[in-house]
């Protein structure tokens, strides 16, 4: 009886570090990769957004956090990479919200792709998930 628990556990420790093994692969691949699947970018259009789609799907986290860092800490305030930005041109024309639902179901800009790679959209806990009446059309800067 001894000799099979523990064949049972080295089992379970050699499937658990495959499970560990294959949970760091997909997190590493998902970084880089999107599904030709995936749903497709609404909202501006690719010849407006200040960077390619591809590359904004890979790093808009990145350049978000690069924006906010030089924003709060260093007190400098652009408009290239805001969130602002984004939402100004991302948000949907019926409920001009990148995260609600719209009337056709269909969800927003960004709880689309969130939703659809299981990543938490958490930016909005904080930010405004639509854009300030006429901020955007009076050419304010943010």
């Not at 379970?12 to 970084?31: P, Q, V």
């Not at 260093?74 to 969130?83: F, K, N, V």
């Amino acid at each position: 009886m001894t000799a099979t628990r523990c064949r049972c556990a080295a089992l379970a420790r050699r499937l658990a570090r495959a499970a560990a093994a294959l949970a760091l692969a997909g997190c590493a691949l998902a970084g880089g990769a999107v599904a030709a699947d995936a749903p497709p970018a609404a909202g501006a259009a690719a010849a407006r957004c200040v960077e390619e789609t591809g590359y904004m799907r890979r790093n808009h986290m990145d350049l978000l956090r690069h924006h906010r860092d030089r924003t709060v800490r260093e007190g400098i305030r652009t408009t290239r990479h805001s969130l602002a930005g984004c939402v100004d041109c991302h948000a949907d024309p019926q409920t001009r919200s990148v995260v609600g639902r719209n009337a056709a179901g269909r969800a927003g800009f960004c709880a689309g792709c969130h939703s659809y790679v299981a990543v938490q959209l958490d930016c909005f806990d904080c930010h405004a998930t639509q854009p300030a009446a006429g901020v955007a059309a009076a050419g304010a800067r943010r």
